[in-house]
């Protein structure tokens, strides 16, 4: 009850009210923000007077009444459902957590990745969410993000899509639908997987409480993805945070010439690792041996060839017959070796002789160029 009633008097990630919480306990420093006790040190009279006007119109119990009616719940640290990993935010971890959905929170945190990155993001940037959504929620995983616009929504639908599991963690009361546009996904997220919050049912989103949110988001999740952001964006900090907290940042690169993509470049330059679909954020995250599939071109027959025969193959120029002296000079090999070596490219279709020259057929040429050796 105590830390309910504290959700409406200090603000989210306030280290100086977390270092009280530490020192006095959660009933003692509501019970001398309620009562009329002397101010803690450091503190001066007027703002431990702003408190002591926010502790005087709390009403924990009204709260807890309406969050039990929207289906939510107040967890506290300690208890069975608190993910633990929170505490690693030390002084700036949440008085508690406001829960809105059917499933543990505790479980779900454990196997979670966050995607966050612009609101105003492109069609490829909105594209990579929702795949990067998917493929997680395919994988298992949940995918935790902010509930706004943009890529969030996007991350958020993209889960939903494949089936998966997602949680929004919201910077206003988890009865609130913000913002107002993404009203049907919020309820749907409530009702497929989790809405999270350290504000009261009621309360209000402000800009600080915006950026106070991503710690929550960097500290419950194994690993942070961004997918566009700008220089100043507020996706940055939650990789930022992630980072500081010993987790994966993770970064998607988008065109050079994108300012929604400079962030991200950025970041990576940083050492953040580049991703660029489901797999390879898993790798990272995931158990030992979840590995991403090596990635390459497509395979064509000369990459088939023992390296001599590639090498004598390479010898022969384009549109010219030439003899096997010729060959063997420029392969470095012997002339009989060459002789040997020609015969069996012959039989593979990839020359064919003319008199006393050998010329490269057209199965020879990668698939798509024009010339001996273009890619």
């Known amino acids: 009850m105590a830390r309910a009633g504290l959700t409406r008097v200090v603000e989210p990630g306030d280290e100086r009210a977390g270092r009280w919480l530490r020192e006095m306990g959660a009933v003692g420093l509501w019970q001398r ?74 479980m779900w945190a454990l196997r979670s990745v966050a995607l966050v990155g612009a609101r105003a993001c492109t069609e490829y940037g909105a594209h990579m969410a929702a795949g990067l959504g998917a493929g997680l929620a395919e994988r298992g995983w949940v995918v935790v993000s902010g509930g706004a616009y943009g890529v969030d929504g996007a991350a958020h639908r993209g ?18 639908a913000y913002p107002p546009g993404h009203g049907r996904l919020l309820a749907r997220i409530a009702e497929q997987g989790l809405l999270i919050g350290e504000l009261p049912p009621g309360d ?26 700008a220089y100043r964006s507020g996706a940055l900090v939650t990789a930022r945070v992630a980072g500081s907290l010993g987790r994966f940042t993770m970064g998607v690169p988008g065109p050079a010439t994108s300012a929604l993509s400079a962030g991200v470049h950025e970041l990576l330059r940083g050492g953040a690792h580049l991703v660029t679909d489901a797999a390879e954020v898993v790798e990272l995250v995931g158990a030992m041996g979840a590995l991403a599939p090596e990635r390459r071109g497509p395979v064509v027959p000369r990459d088939l060839l023992a390296p001599d025969t590639a090498r004598v193959l390479a010898a022969l120029p384009a549109g010219a017959a030439v003899t096997v002296k010729q060959i063997a000079r420029d392969a470095g090999t012997s002339t009989d070796d060459a002789v040997g070596r020609l015969y069996e490219l012959r039989s593979l279709g990839f020359i064919e002789r003319h008199g006393d020259g050998w010329q490269l057929t057209r199965q020879a040429f990668p698939s798509g160029s024009r010339e001996r050796g273009a890619t």
């Open 33 to 106: 923000v309620t009562r009329g006790g002397p101010a803690p040190t450091g503190v001066s009279a007027t703002r431990w007077e702003g408190l002591r006007t926010r502790a005087a119109r709390a009403r924990p119990e009204r709260d807890l009444a309406t969050a039990e009616a929207v289906g939510a719940r107040f967890i506290c640290p300690g208890e069975p459902e608190w993910p633990v990993q929170l505490d690693d935010l030390g002084d700036r971890r949440p008085v508690g957590l406001w829960v809105r959905g059917a499933v543990g929170l505790r």
């Open 159 to 176: 889960a939903l899509g494949a089936g998966g599991a997602t949680a929004a963690v919201l910077a206003c009361g988890i009865d609130r």
């Open 204 to 229: 209000h989103p402000t800009p600080s409480r915006f950026v106070l949110r991503n710690r929550v988001i960097a500290a419950l999740t194994r690993g942070t993805v961004v997918v566009e952001a």
